[in-house]
């Protein structure tokens, strides 16, 4: 697979978000499909600030993992629509 000059490749952009998935999110990782989803729908950046949410999120009480996957679909359908709007997050 050749990745064009400044862009990862998809297999490149998976490992490292499974790796933060690791590092951050406390729940059993996600089945493959929904990877495919969330990667080729959504930047890495939002896909790191989802994943940030999770534990916030369910800090208290062990949660079903499809729960979990629902919330973070739930955060980058969010982020995206405002993406879309132009909102940067900043209020602008």
């Known amino acids: 697979m050749n990745a064009t000059k400044g ?17 951050v999110c406390n729940h059993p990782e996600p089945p493959m499909r929904t990877w495919i989803l969330w ?8 896909i790191e600030r989802a994943f940030l949410q999770v534990d916030f999120k369910f ?27 132009g909102f940067d997050g900043r209020g602008q």
């Open 39 to 46: 990667l080729s729908g959504y930047t890495d950046a939002e």
């Open 59 to 85: 800090v208290t009480a062990p949660t079903d993992p499809d729960g979990v996957y629902r919330f973070v679909s739930s955060e980058l359908r969010q982020m995206k629509e405002r993406r879309n709007r």
């Open 7 to 23: 862009q990862s490749s998809f297999v490149a952009r998976l490992r490292a978000m499974q790796e933060l998935w690791g590092v």
